[in-house]
């Protein structure tokens, strides 16, 4: 038997966490912990997750409606009850708004794979959900098409949400992501991003399967490792198309910059010598 005050008092370190780094302003953000097959912890609405106290904490039913807590539970747990319905192997949830992959989810720009070693084995693909009003149980419904494969996902025009076999393991993740965005934002700023190989990929892939992680690629040898999204099929409005990565090696989008530059030139030379 799990001690629950220990565990509020995991879900209060977490939230300072997520707090102090920036993921969540004001009353932004919420966590959870499974707590059994009835009940599950959750973060309360309206209370800044940088200064929660273990009394704070409050408990839910798998069907949102509130068993305890002196607070009024948050308003988007649906999302985290969504989470472990469908994954018995997750024991803990973190959904905030880590500001440089909430950029990603705000430009609709994919979250692109094959550019660092360990994004690739603790996250794999990371897709992006469609947005829908925050709270219920549409918006709830986002995440479905993709929670079975991956442990991060992308709420477009909104945040992120991780999940976990452990509360810690869980904001890791989110931890993971947002710290990929910020490189991906800077090393664009500096040139271009470059890709691994399809070889180099692979090779990743065997070390991630020799860790004990799993990845839908494993199922999908014959996939274009690091291109199309191996979640396509779970898109209903059109796959998010990347519009800021550009092209390195053969598999990405013509780099629009280099184009432009080039017609550019030919225009002002056509007019020099005219
Ligand atoms: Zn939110």
Redesign the pocket.
């Known amino acids: 038997m799990q001690n629950e005050y220990k565990l509020k008092e995991l879900i209060c370190e977490i939230g300072r966490r997520v707090y102090n780094k920036g993921f ?1 302003a004001a009353n ?3 966590i959870t912990i499974r707590l059994n097959d009835r009940e599950v912890l959750c973060t309360p609405t309206m209370v800044s997750k940088g200064y929660m106290k273990p009394e704070d904490v409050c408990k839910v039913d798998y069907e949102g409606k509130q068993l305890a807590g002196t607070k009024r539970r948050t308003s ?1 747990v649906l ?1 985290h009850l969504a989470v472990y319905k469908a994954r018995p192997d997750v024991h803990g949830v973190v ?3 880590p500001p440089h992959a909430t950029a990603f989810a705000v430009a609709r720009e994919p979250i692109p794979k094959c550019v660092l070693p360990e994004v690739e084995v603790f996250l794999g693909e990371v897709p992006m959900a469609r947005y829908e009003t ?1 709270g219920g149980q549409k918006f709830a419904e986002t995440v479905l098409p993709y929670v079975k494969d991956c442990n991060t996902i992308i ?1 477009a025009n ?2 992120t949400v991780s999940w976990g076999p452990n509360l810690e393991n869980a904001y890791f993740n989110t931890e993971i992501i947002d710290a990929y965005c910020r490189i991906l934002i800077l090393s664009r700023q500096l040139g271009q991003v470059n890709y691994f190989s399809q070889d180099q990929t692979r090779e990743l892939l065997d070390l991630k399967k020799k860790l004990g992680y799993d990845d839908p690629r494993f199922k999908n040898e014959d996939c274009d490792l690091c291109g199309n999204s191996v979640f396509n099929r779970g898109y209903s409005e059109g796959v998010p198309q990347p519009k800021a990565k550009p092209s390195t090696n053969g598999h990405a989008t013509p780099d629009l910059e280099t184009l432009v530059k080039t017609i550019t030139d030919q225009v002002m030379a056509s007019l020099a010598n005219g």
Request: charged share 15%; aromatic share 0%; proline share 8%.
């Open positions: 969540a932004d953000g919420n988007e999302l959904h905030c708004h925050p709420l909104h945040g």
